[in-house]
């Protein structure tokens, strides 16, 4: 044990408002309401960790809440139990508006499998409204996890409550248990127990049997009772709160439940303290849950204390029930409190804190332990049961087994049945409840495993006694509770019996395995994509392929410059020959002499050809009339009409015959027009 | 109005060219046929493998076409039955590798798309039983969309398509320049026009598939619970997330000591043991 004195911390302090700061600040609060109602939005969110758990799990909902939000409540359903909870808050300012961020982590424990709903959860905004959030649908398969302390870690996580605000009252209070076996009839198979445990009426509530026993009930004491033992002491108190701690063993074996109380002492002179917040401990490598609601239930209040001949009040702050699952030293964690001290002068706050301890825990003794037993520890009674006394060849009889009593089913292995002549024996399955046993604090649970065998013969098929060793740390001694062998009478073959268990794995396979395709037979060679691929990737492409993929861009590149080109002298070529049409005809008529009707023909070709060069039309070899509409496309009538007059004295000179002077004449008629028309342009 | 023909010059070098495209392909794909048909050995292997699947267990046969798989990684038949028999025996991680691998290998087949994407919704499936509050995965990583994209066809299937849609539209082209306004020249044109958009398209993903290649790595996780670090660290937390489960297609990114960074869903980093993945692109080189 560790001696431990409380700690105080002044956190925050405030004057007495004046009347007319009071004014002030109720105009401010005014003007921050408003505020506040239109940053009221708020946003839930509400998730699991898992959607599919063993009974041996558990499962972790997570809300989160934004706004003005004052607290989340606890998730109120039958189906599961809260085992631990974590809060994370904070607190932003945006444009002036406050907006909270709360995050709760409730850790559920299931209470049965099946298809289960995490039940409703309350979230209460500061102006006294609050929302209900749906709860999630689970699936929980029967089984364990695969340690034991890996199966319940999760239930060490750090909680964290709110004194300030009632704790919702537990859906836990009324017990719900899987159904119970029938009672055992003649001709049925019943249960001894033997050592101190003794088989229980299955029509009683889990921990009946152990008041009808009297003292087989573990006896744990009241709050402050003297069998409570102190972790840490109230020395040093003087005028502020305090929280001893006190648990109801001194030392443990690994597993043992045990009471760890949590009592918060104020002083009865002076201020008046009200405590506004408080973080719960967070037990390590331990299962543990909390308990204040039935022990609160018996003396939540615990009245007056003296310490140091002064008057204190003491509360149950918070109790336990804590399972070790580690030997060694175990840790009992420290628990504070915020509390305010109110007087006329001003409010002061402080943060109470106790002060951790330790316990041992001693590994489960081996003295009297039975060969190859497990470390089963906990004070149960057996119960048995068969769902058919009679049946026949192919029928599926199953037989159950129910441990009830004290402890956690992670502390637990239910041994397996042994081959049965006549029968083959299918995969069990297990159901297991834990509850809180209201008079003492403890968890209670029971564990069912159903044993499914198919009869595959006439006759008597008996089932073997089923016998399980535990170890009562209460009694400090390994017991044993058995139940008797049970049998049942296989007459007649069922025709239409089927293997239930080749039909259940191949109903597990149908669904999408047999959309499967069959295997592809071998293939002569590999894909032709895959031989690509197997030469080599990335692959940059080689010199060849590097030009046949730019020829053809090289290809059209170069026809198109070379069109282009082509094009251009064309019309150079075309304007040069206008430009020069007018001399090249002058100098070619200077040159021209008389030499008979064929000179005439040379002055006709030698003005269609100017027209031609000059026009860009076809003049060489027109008709009259498609030079007359040629010359008046191309000029203004007034030379339009000579040039045509021109040509049609030259073409008549030409075949009528004519002298040299008419040559000269229209030579120099024909260079005039030129010259003209030259200058014009 | 004239009529089109073509000069005896033009007409030879087209012939040419079409003569060199039409020999050029085809031999490229036989000469990969002829280099990497299949031993008779491996023949015979695959046909042992195939017939001692039919009288063993589940388990077995996905041994054994595993063996097969990694004795021919290149042969897709192989990487197939090795993924239907990872299927059967509940290996789901390792089923989507290997299809992903025949896919990869073998990108026309429907039969191999049909049987991933079955194989895929029972990993989801199985993955949204285990992480509840995430009906659906938010995906891949998106530089994965880029290398699934640019890596569908082989590297050199783009090349080749790229390269006879820039030939053919570059024929069409002059061709077009020797013909007169008319409904034939518009057919030419528009032809023309989108042989050059398909030869832009196949080539631009031939630079994809080379940059994606060289940036990306792929991988599978094939483990059964898959848990990720935030740190290359021991001392770091094993943390589990839904978007990191059994048959999650992820990018590796680096490594660091015996660390691997992947990316998985919304582009986030994280740290893992390499033996939770397996290489998608893990084939011998060439």
């Known amino acids: 044990m560790v001696g431990a004195s409380h700690n105080s911390v002044p956190t925050r302090s405030a004057a007495a408002p004046a009347p007319l700061a009071l004014t002030l600040l109720a105009l401010v609060a005014l003007l921050v309401g408003a505020g506040e109602a239109y940053a009221q939005v708020a946003t839930i969110d509400a998730r699991l960790s898992a959607r599919t758990i063993r009974t041996s799990e558990t499962v972790t909902l997570t809300i989160e809440a934004t706004g003005d939000i004052h607290r989340v409540g606890a998730p109120e359903s039958d189906d599961f139990t809260v085992i631990g909870r974590q809060s994370q808050t904070s607190v932003s300012f945006i444009n002036g508006q406050m907006s909270r961020r709360l995050r709760m982590d409730f850790v559920l424990a299931p209470r049965r499998a099946g298809t289960l709903n995490t039940g409703t959860v309350a979230v209460y905004r500061n102006t006294g409204e609050s929302e209900t959030v749906s709860g999630i ?107 001893l701690t006190y648990v109801s063993a001194e030392e443990l074996v690994v597993g043992e439940p045990f009471i760890v109380d949590y009592v918060y002492l104020a002083p009865m002179w002076g201020s008046g303290f009200n405590a506004v917040d408080l973080s719960e401990p967070a037990f390590r490598n331990a299962w543990f849950r909390d308990v204040s609601q039935w022990r609160g239930n018996q003396r939540r209040r615990l009245g007056q204390q003296r310490i140091n001949a002064q008057p204190w009040d003491a509360q149950l702050l918070r109790s336990y029930t804590v399972v070790p699952l580690r030997e060694g030293e175990f840790e009992i964690p420290s628990m504070s409190v915020n509390v305010e001290a109110r007087s006329l002068a001003a409010n002061r706050a402080y943060e109470i804190e106790s002060d951790s301890g330790t316990i041992r825990v001693r590994p489960i003794p081996e003295e009297g332990k039975p060969a190859g037993a497990p470390n089963n520890l906990g004070r149960f009674v057996i119960e048995s049961g068969l769902d058919e006394q009679e049946a026949r060849v192919g029928d599926t009889v199953e037989a159950r087994y129910t441990l009830r009593g004290f402890g956690i089913p992670a502390m637990m292995s239910l041994p397996a049945l042994p081959a049965i002549d006549g029968a083959q024996l299918l995969d069990p399955e297990d159901t297991e409840v834990t509850e809180i046993d209201p008079e003492s604090g403890l968890p209670i649970f029971a564990i069912t495993r159903r044993f499914r065998m198919q009869a595959q013969q006439e006759g008597v098929l008996t089932i073997p006694a089923y016998e399980v060793n535990y170890y009562d740390p209460w009694t400090a001694s390994w017991q044993s509770v058995r139940a008797d062998e049970q049998t049942v009478l296989i007459e007649g073959v069922n025709t239409e019996a089927i293997d239930l268990q080749s039909q259940e794995q191949k109903d597990e396979g149908e669904d999408w395995m047999g959309q499967l395709p069959p295997p592809e037979p071998a293939r002569s060679s590999i894909a032709w994509t895959a031989s690509l691929r197997q030469r080599g990737e990335p692959w940059l492409g080689s010199p060849l392929v590097w030009a046949l993929l730019c020829a053809p861009i090289v290809l059209v590149a170069g026809a198109g410059i070379g069109r282009r080109t082509l094009k251009k002298r064309r019309e150079t070529s075309a304007d040069r020959a206008r430009e020069n049409a007018g001399r090249d005809a002058l100098r070619g008529l200077r040159k021209l002499s008389y030499s008979g009707p064929a000179s005439f023909t040379a002055l006709s070709q030698t003005l269609r050809r100017f027209v031609s060069i000059r026009t860009g039309e076809q003049a060489m070899g027109a008709t009259h009339a498609e030079f007359e509409a040629l010359a008046n496309r191309n000029w203004a009538r007034e030379k339009a009409e000579p040039l045509c007059e021109l040509l049609e004295t030259l073409e008549e000179k030409r075949f009528a015959g004519a002298s040299e002077a008419d040559f000269q004449e229209l030579r120099q008629r024909l260079i005039r027009w030129i010259e003209g028309e030259a200058e014009a342009s | 109005m004239r009529t089109f023909s073509l000069p005896s010059a033009p007409k030879a070098v087209l012939l040419l060219l079409a003569t060199v495209l039409a020999t050029l392909f085809p031999s490229e794909f036989a000469r990969a046929q002829v280099e990497n048909a299949e031993s008779p050995s491996q023949r015979v292997e695959a046909d042992q493998g195939a017939a001692r699947n039919e009288a063993s267990s589940l388990e077995e046969q996905w041994s054994q076409a595993r063996a097969l798989a990694e004795e021919n990684p290149w042969y897709t038949t192989a990487q197939f039955n090795a993924g239907l028999a990872a299927a059967r025996a509940g290996e789901l991680g390792f089923a989507i590798l290997h299809l992903e691998r025949a896919r990869y290998l073998r990108p026309f087949s429907g039969e191999i798309r049909k049987t991933l994407s079955l194989v895929r919704q029972q990993a989801q499936r199985e993955r949204m039983e285990r992480y509840a509050g995430e009906d659906l995965t938010r995906g891949e990583p998106s530089a994965l969309t880029f290398w699934r994209m640019f890596n569908a066809l082989p590297h050199r299937l783009w090349v080749y398509i790229g390269g006879s849609a820039l030939w053919l539209a570059a024929l069409l082209v002059l061709l077009r320049w020797r013909m007169v306004v008319g409904v034939r020249r518009d057919i030419v044109s528009t032809v023309a026009g989108f042989s050059a958009l398909v030869a832009l398209v196949a080539l631009s993903a031939w630079g994809g598939a080379i940059s994606t290649t060289r940036s990306f790595t792929p991988a599978v996780v094939t483990d059964a619970e898959p848990g990720y670090r935030r740190a290359p660290d021991e001392l770091s937390r094993v943390e589990r997330d839904g978007e990191l489960y059994e048959g999650a297609v992820v990018l590796i990114h680096g490594t660091s000591g015996a660390w691997v960074e992947i990316e998985i869903a919304e582009g986030r980093h994280v740290w893992v043991e390499p033996e939770q993945l397996q290489h998608i692109r893990d084939f011998p080189s060439p």
């Open chain 1, 137 to 243: 649908d689970i699936v929980v398969t029967p089984g364990h996890g695969n340690t034991p302390a890996q199966s319940r870690s999760p239930a060490a996580g750090p909680p964290a409550a709110n004194a300030g605000t009632p704790t919702p009252p537990s859906p836990n209070v009324t017990p719900t248990f899987p159904p119970l076996p029938p009672p055992h009839s003649a001709g049925q198979s019943g249960a001894s127990a033997q050592g101190t445990s003794a088989q229980a009426p299955s029509s009683t509530p889990m921990y009946a049997p152990h008041r009808s026993e009297g003292n087989s009930r573990p006896q744990i004491p009241a709050p402050l009772s003297p069998g409570m033992l102190p972790v840490n002491s109230a020395e040093g108190a003087e005028d502020l709160p305090i929280i």
